[in-house]
């Protein structure tokens, strides 16, 4: 009872019981053998599928690949959102302007966007990229321009004190101040992203030989091999855990939470 | 003395939904170099108006600001305000940071910074504080910054809209002797805006007392105590009491009428 009441008082080892039973559950189903190994597959067989894949190299590839096109799309929408933003924090008309077209697009979801992304780039790289800014850029300059808008009005009014003026003074003031708006921004933008990315793969598939992990599941599923469409759905899973848990983790406590600016994360 | 700083005529103007408001009615007067000059009116009475209109933060509506010879209305480090807010620091950055960062906008090269900001927090007792960060820092200690980060940057006069406001009693008087004494120091310029007598007369060369709707001068009282001045002294008593009729102390009376302290006009 002792033990039991320890573990539970942990956090991580709480969800490591949660976790291992949910996977019980599965092996017994499993083990039943009413679904077939192509349905269900064994956690043991997706393992097998799992480290196949990683020592072969393949896993590595298509989830480098899935990382390349998903940077990209985040360079060019970080850095598209911003410009909107900051230009919109100059000119009132801009800002009318960018309301206006974020109240439009945002509530598209990216994948709705295939079809056109198909007609105007053709398969390949560019149209993935393009879905993929798509469901950047909205919520970051959604985000990003709350965040503005709350920026506190003395700091602003120190900023311009010192000399700083125009974009400088978004820069230097608006942004950090504004810093736990943009880091929401950027945990919705990545998640969307993220999804995003995998279904445009399956539809988009390979350019040039090379695919990302959607591709990769998707020809696995063509090929009925199960357990390696599980294994790579665990690593989407693992990727979208760490970059959580580990990536925004770090980067609140060396921002935000340094500067107390945010209640700090429960232990 | 030469003046420092020259107010003429001005006119404050706020539009809103439910009509005009006069903030300020024909305001003139004029600071010299070194004085301490405090700003004393009630709530309302546009003094928070008036000194962020110097600071260029307010647009006016006529009138003209001289700092020196030149005239000014845009914000400017010639012209660094104090503000009552404790959120004045920027919370990215460390005390020395804070201070730092403001000379490093001005042009300084980096080892002169970090001598002036070092000199500038010794001077207002931070120096063990120069790397915590905002959050970590009393009140007190994020006002005391502030005034460092304002002294380091040499304006040409400094504005301070209630610094000590938010401050317990305590904290506030330690602070108004440590001001005193950093300007007696420094030879700084200084325009202070209160609606404490007690501090009205405790820091300033003069007082200008405000009366409301519209906001205008009443009077301009010199304080001839010397110092370093104690309340409790016959001549402080009172000074306060003279300030104290000057300033329109409405308060609610019987029958719910506005009622005027004895001593008014």
């Known amino acids: 009872m002792q033990l039991i009441k320890k573990v539970f008082e942990n956090k991580f080892l709480r969800q490591l019981v949660f976790i291992v039973g949910l996977l019980s559950v599965w092996q017994i189903v499993v083990s039943t053998g009413k679904y077939h190994e192509l349905i269900l597959p064994s956690l043991g067989s997706i393992w097998t599928a799992l480290i196949e894949s990683i020592t072969s190299g393949e896993m590595w590839d298509h989830t480098a690949y899935s990382f390349y096109l998903i940077g990209q799309a985040l360079g060019i929408g970080i850095v598209l959102a911003f410009s909107l933003t900051a230009l919109s924090m100059v000119s009132p008309l801009f800002a009318d302007f960018v309301k206006t077209i974020t109240t439009i697009f945002h509530p598209l979801p990216g994948v709705a966007l295939l079809p056109i992304a198909l007609m105007w780039f053709g398969i390949g790289e560019k149209s993935i990229i393009f879905i993929l800014v798509h469901s950047i850029i909205w919520p970051l300059i959604l985000n990003t321009y709350t965040g503005f808008r709350s920026v506190s009005r003395t700091q602003l009014e120190v900023g311009r004190n010192i000399g700083l003026k125009g974009l400088r003074l978004v820069s230097s003031v608006m942004v950090p101040s504004a810093f736990p708006y943009i880091l929401t921004g950027l945990k919705i933008s990545w998640s969307n992203s993220w999804r995003s990315l995998v279904a445009a793969e399956m539809i988009f598939g390979a350019s040039g030989g090379k695919g990302g992990l959607g591709w990769w599941i998707y020809q696995k599923r063509f090929f009925l091999k199960t357990p390696s469409v599980f294994a790579a759905l665990f690593v989407i899973i693992l990727i979208g855990i760490l970059v959580e848990n580990v990536v925004f983790a770090q980067l609140e406590k060396q921002t935000v939470q340094r500067w107390g600016m945010v209640i700090r994360r429960e232990k | ?265």
């Open chain 2, 1 to 265: 003395m030469d003046a420092k700083v020259v107010i003429e005529n001005l006119w404050v103007k706020f539009e809103g939904e439910q009509g005009n408001v006069q903030a300020l009615e024909d305001i003139s007067f004029s600071v010299n170099e070194g004085e301490f000059l405090t700003i004393l009116g009630p709530s309302g009475c546009g003094k928070s108006t008036l000194i962020r209109v110097i600071a260029g933060f307010q647009s006016l509506e006529k009138g003209k600001i001289f700092l020196g010879k030149k005239q000014v209305a845009e914000p400017g480090p010639d012209r660094i305000m104090v503000f009552q807010e404790f959120d004045q620091l920027f919370p990215w950055r460390t005390v020395i940071g804070n201070i730092t960062y403001a000379l490093k906008v001005n042009g300084l090269d980096k080892t002169k910074r970090e001598a002036k900001a070092n000199k500038y927090l010794e001077m207002v007792n931070l120096q063990e504080f120069a790397r915590a960060f905002p959050h970590q820092l009393s009140g007190g200690m994020k006002q005391r910054a502030a005034i460092a980060r304002s002294l380091a940057l040499n304006p040409e006069i400094l504005l301070m809209d209630e610094p000590f406001g938010s401050l317990d009693a305590q904290t506030r008087s330690i602070l108004q002797a440590e001001l005193v004494r950093i300007w007696q120091k420094v030879g700084s310029t200084i325009i202070f805006i209160t609606h404490n007598i007690q501090e009205a007369i405790l820091l300033g060369d003069r007082v200008m007392v405000m009366s409301s709707h519209p906001g205008t001068i009443k009077e301009i009282v010199d304080v001839e105590i010397k110092r370093p001045r104690l309340p409790e002294t016959p001549e402080f008593m009172k000074l306060w009491h003279k300030l104290y009729t000057l300033l329109e102390t409405k308060r609610f009376g019987e029958n719910g009428r506005n009622n005027v302290l004895p001593g008014k006009d």
